[in-house]
Every structure is written in structure tokens, then in C-alpha cells.
């Protein structure tokens, strides 16, 4: 019988020839990752473990990007131990800031994530990296930690459910509103430690950002990964990062624990209420919800197809008096293209707010913190109580039209409104 | 050996926010995580908990971030045991790695808050009043990580035994 996309990695990585979901297996990574609030815990593990040395210095990502720029004295304490860690150990991929982004945008940028790869990260959003065909999981600390000497991690093969898209994308429906659209129908346990398998014409047709925005969200339905076959167009987009890499798929006799298939030729932009990016509804039911502060921007929406979609609706116009916007390009090389292309200028002109790369305000961090019974429509990934600042604020999700054209409306609104 | 605390009773979906805000995570030494542990969902837990009282929720408990700063806040304020339905896949691979003791089983309508249950950690068994409930048992590679008392102990040994990748 054949293997899914999760199957294949994780047996090629355990020098097996085909594994079965529930099986055990000790498999090689070819990443470690880790960020200034997950790595300083795993810096302190790795020291108990008494390894003298990192199993690959070129293999291990450590990336600065939460509470940074520092954000106070123990944030900045914290970013000096995961520096101090990176040169005693001479790793070769330690990202501070001026070079640092927001890891998911970054790493595949820098062509560290290719398919077919075993990746594991102490982010939970780690499962971005399956949108380039890598099984990528988020862990904690204690398993970075343990890897980092090692090299490999234990893993239990996950169960994985397909699911299948067709039908063309309306204008102003992307990758954020197919994601959003399938958590409401699997809901944030629906895919709760399987993989997720993304497919089908409209996955096709879709570019690898968006693709990337997906597979992000796949830990928002409880998912291992969320994996997508690499085509043309992955290779294309490695192939700017430096890299050759080949195509993989799914065997077509793969067998999954359940299929979907969705015709989303009629789909709508989404928007996820307040507390759960389950409960995502068509924007014209949260149209008129009054909105304080709008980010665009994170792991999820800062790359620059994003911030493209931002511009075309705020070009020529003016967020309203009542919302802070907040738009915040996720590498620096996003930041410098955005520049290149005018984006940026449009974004001030229009009177947002743009920032250096960073998480900040997706986990109410830094950089735009919410207020008691303040509301935000952000671009991000959740919209937990307390998410982005008080515990009595609330957030709710979309794309970036939806968010760039509310900005605007000063309240949710489809963008075909205010175009 | 068995446990004997008051029940902490949580519902469904608790989160990583829920369990430390992220506004925290700028320390992660244990005083700073216990203080402000459960905060967003019950801000008076971390002066009510007493040192052998569970945690009882219900399904995907722990969902959303890695942080391993959740499981270790809850063990700082001195829960011995959380019990739910079901945990988010990061949350459960994090307890058993830092040796915090969790059950999967579904005590919904069973307790309330302050209610005693004991718990034997060793078969997996709930004790509610006149009930006896049984937890999914642990595969039986998870339960070398749990014996060793953790991951970082677990690997240690086979450190010493020579055993890692050069490339």
C-alpha cells in the first residue's frame, strides 16, 4: 500500500522503507529550530544534558524574533543568552536583529526548509514548512533541547486526513480564507495530533505564500503538519532561495484516515470571531463590528503577496480616525521589497504604522497591545482570550483584503465595499 | 503511589495563553510562571492552588503554542496531576517530557471545584467518590520517557552510551 506525504518523510528519516500510522520511530532532523522566548528554555535543558558539543552547527536555526526589538530588560536578557549560546556554539544560521524575521517567513527564504525534509522547531507554527513538502512539527524546549545533541527526535506516526480543494477562488479570497473556511467545518481539535494533506486544482493554481499561510494554521486544528505535495511551483520558489530541490508527492494508493473535498468556487472571504479560529463565519456576518487597531502582518500574512493585497486596497486612500493600523513585513528582505515596489509608502500615506520585523503584537508581546474592551481584526493566526493584550479585548481573523479594507471602513467590512 | 487533592475545574479548549500569557514569557523562572499561571481564564488560581491539587478540563487541553513554559507553570504552582479528555498533541509531548504527571480520561459531570479525588499515577486510575475510572494507558515508548523522569534523563543515558549522529 502506499504512503502519504508524512509517511514517506518519516520513514526516510528512520531508514525504514515504509512506517505505519501509531508506529514509534526515532527519526534524523535535518532542522532544529528555536526563538528567543522557546530557545533560552532549551539552552538550560541542553546544559543539563551535559552535551559537549551541538549535533550540526549548520542544522540548528535560532531566531530572534518575538520579543524583539527587545522589549524590556528580561526580554533583552534573554535574547544575550540565546547570542551568547549561538557564538560559544558557532551556529551558522543565528538570526538577530537587522538580519533577523519572523521565523516561518524567514527560514524558508533562506531555502532551510526543502522537501522532503524532517523538521522540528520550539514554535508551534513550525508546521509552516509543509507547504514546501517538509514534515515540520512545532515541539517544546525539552525535545530542542534533546535534539540539538542528538540530532533526531522520537516521533508517532500521525493518522493523515486529505483534504481536497476545486473550484476557481473568487477575487479577494485566498489562502487565509481556505484555511479559516476548513477550521470552521474540522474545528481546533479536528485534526488533533494527525497530518493534515493539502490538494487538489485549487492547490494547484495557488502560489506558494499562500500555500505557506495554510499549512501555518494546520497546528490551529490540533494537526502534526500540514503538508502539501512540491510542484513546479515550489521548486521555482527554492530555486530563488539558492536551492535545487525535485518534487514529491502523496503515492496516489496512500490511504487516509478521512478525505474531504471541498468546491470552494463560491467561498467568501472569512473572518474567525472572538475566542477561537474555529469559529470562522462569511464577512458579510461580521459586517458592521467596529474595530480599535488592525495588524497585517506575521508568520501567517507578512509575506509579500500579503502585503501586495494590503496596498491594493489602501492605495489612494485613508485608514479611519478611529483604528490604528499596524502593517509589519516579516523578513527584511519583504521589508526591501515592499520598499522597491512603493508599498511602504502607501502604507504610511495612508497612516499606518510600519514596523520592523517582528511577532509583537500576534501574541501580545509588544508593538500594538490591545486595550480592555478594545477589538482588533488582525491577520494573525489566533484569537485566544487575552491573545493580544487584555483579557477583556477581543480579535477577531481574516485575510489581508478584508483586513487592509476594514482598516479603512473602521469597521469588518468585504473589500468589494470599499473599493 | 496514590494522590490525593482538590479539584481546579477547567472546560474545554484551555489554551497556552490561558495557562501563561504570553505577556510573561520574558522569564522563565519558575516563581515568575507559577504567579501568573491560569491568570487570563481564573485569575485568582495561583492564590487559591495548594501544593497535590489536579487540574481537571476537558478535551484539547493545551492547544495552541509550544511553550514549554505552560506545563512548567503548572507544575510550579504545585498541581500534581492535570486530567482531561484529551491534550493538544504539543502540550502532552511537553508534560511527559518535563515530568509532569497527565491522564487522558473524561471526567465531565463527575466534579466540581474543590470536590477530593485521588489519582494512582502508576495504572492510570481516577478515584471519584464511589467511581473508579481508568486513563488511556501510555504507549509503552512513552512510558521509558516517563520512568526515566523526563526526557533530559531519558536521553542522558544514551549520551552516555556513546549513541549520536557525527552527520
Not at chain 1, 527587545?70 to 536583529?97: C, G, L, M, S, W
Not at chain 1, 499561510?213 to 503538508?227: P, V
Request: hydrophobic share 45%; proline share 4%; aromatic share 8%.
Amino acid at each position: 500500500m502506499g504512503q502519504t506525504l508524512a509517511e514517506k518523510i518519516l520513514a526516510s528519516h528512520s531508514s525504514k522503507s515504509t512506517v505505519r500510522p501509531n508506529d514509534f520511530v526515532m527519526a534524523k532532523v535535518d532542522l532544529v529550530l528555536g526563538n528567543d522566548i522557546t530557545a533560552p528554555v532549551a539552552i538550560n535543558e541542553f546544559l543539563r544534558l551535559e552535551a559537549k558539543k551541538v549535533f550540526n552547527k549548520e542544522k540548528i536555526a535560532l531566531v530572534c524574533d518575538h520579543f524583539t526589538p527587545n522589549k524590556d530588560i528580561q526580554a533583552a536578557e534573554q535574547v544575550k543568552y540565546v547570542r551568547e549560546f549561538a557564538r560559544k556554539h558557532e551556529i551558522t544560521h543565528f538570526y538577530d536583529v537587522g538580519l533577523m524575521g519572523i521565523e516561518h517567513c524567514l527560514i524558508p527564504e533562506l531555502g532551510l526548509a526543502k522537501p522532503g525534509d524532517l523538521i522540528i522547531g520550539a514554535d508551534s507554527h513550525t508546521c509552516t514548512y509543509g507547504a514546501l513538502g517538509a514534515f515540520a512539527t512545532g515541539v517544546g524546549s525539552t525535545d530542542m533541547a534533546s535534539a540539538m545533541a542528538l540530532g533526531k527526535a522520537w516521533f508517532r506516526v500521525p493518522l493523515t486526513q486529505r483534504f481536497n480543494y476545486t473550484g476557481k477562488l473568487k477575487l479577494f479570497v485566498s489562502g487565509k480564507d481556505l484555511i479559516l473556511y476548513t477550521l470552521g467545518v474540522i474545528g481546533v481539535d479536528g485534526a488533533r495530533y494527525q497530518a493534515m494533506e493539502f490538494g487538489g486544482k485549487t492547490i494547484d493554481d495557488l502560489s506558494v505564500e499562500a500555500r505557506l499561510t495554510m499549512a501555518n494554521m494546520a497546528i490551529e486544528a490540533g494537526a502534526k503538519a500540514g503538508l502539501f505535495a512540491a510542484d513546479k511551483k515550489t521548486v521555482a520558489f527554492l530555486k530563488s532561495a539558492g536551492q535545487n530541490v525535485a518534487e514529491i508527492k502523496p503515492d496516489p494508493d496512500a490511504s487516509y484516515y478521512k478525505v474531504y473535498d471541498f468546491d470552494v468556487s463560491e467561498l467568501e472571504p472569512q473572518v474567525a470571531f472572538p475566542h477561537l479560529p474555529e469559529n470562522s463565519k462569511n464577512v458579510g456576518e461580521a459586517k458592521g463590528i467596529k474595530i480599535d487597531q488592525v495588524v497585517i502582518g506575521s508568520c501567517t500574512n507578512g509575506r509579500i503577496e500579503d502585503l501586495r493585497e494590503a496596498a491594493f486596497i489602501l492605495r489612494g486612500r485613508k485608514v479611519n480616525k478611529n483604528v490604528r493600523l499596524i502593517v509589519i513585513p516579516g523578513t527584511q528582505k519583504i521589508y526591501l521589497q515592499a520598499m522597491a515596489e512603493g508599498l511602504l509608502q502607501t502604507f504610511v500615506e495612508a497612516g499606518a504604522a510600519v514596523s520592523t520585523p517582528t511577532c509583537g503584537p500576534c501574541l501580545g508581546g509588544h508593538m500594538g497591545i490591545l486595550a480592555s474592551g478594545e477589538v482588533a481584526l488582525s491577520t494573525t493566526n489566533r484569537n485566544f482570550v487575552g491573545r493580544m493584550g487584555h483579557p477583556r479585548s477581543e480579535v477577531y481573523l481574516s485575510g489581508p483584503y478584508v483586513a487592509a479594507a476594514s482598516a479603512v471602513a473602521g469597521e469588518i467590512i468585504h473589500p468589494k465595499e470599499v473599493l | 503511589m496514590t494522590i490525593t487533592g482538590r479539584v481546579f475545574l477547567f472546560g474545554h479548549d484551555i489554551d497556552t495563553d490561558a495557562i501563561i500569557p504570553a505577556r510573561y514569557l520574558n522569564s522563565f523562572e519558575l516563581e515568575h510562571l507559577k504567579k501568573h499561571c491560569m491568570e487570563d481564564a481564573d485569575p485568582s488560581f495561583a492564590a487559591k492552588v495548594k501544593p497535590g491539587d489536579i487540574m481537571v478540563a476537558g478535551k484539547n487541553f493545551g492547544c495552541g503554542s509550544s511553550r514549554e513554559h505552560a506545563p512548567l507553570a503548572i507544575k510550579a504552582a504545585g498541581i500534581s496531576c492535570v486530567i482531561a479528555e484529551s491534550f493538544a498533541r504539543i502540550f502532552y509531548r511537553n508534560a511527559i517530557n518535563i515530568g509532569l504527571p497527565i491522564l487522558e480520561v473524561s471526567l465531565e459531570g463527575l466534579v466540581k471545584d474543590g470536590d477530593l479525588i485521588s489519582v494512582n499515577l502508576e495504572n492510570g486510575t481516577v478515584f471519584v467518590k464511589d467511581k473508579e475510572l481508568k486513563a488511556q494507558a501510555f504507549p509503552e515508548e512513552l512510558m521509558a520517557i516517563i520512568r526515566a523522569g523526563g526526557l533530559i534523563n531519558y536521553v542522558k543515558k544514551e549520551l552516555k552510551a556513546g549513541e549520536t549522529y557525527a552527520k
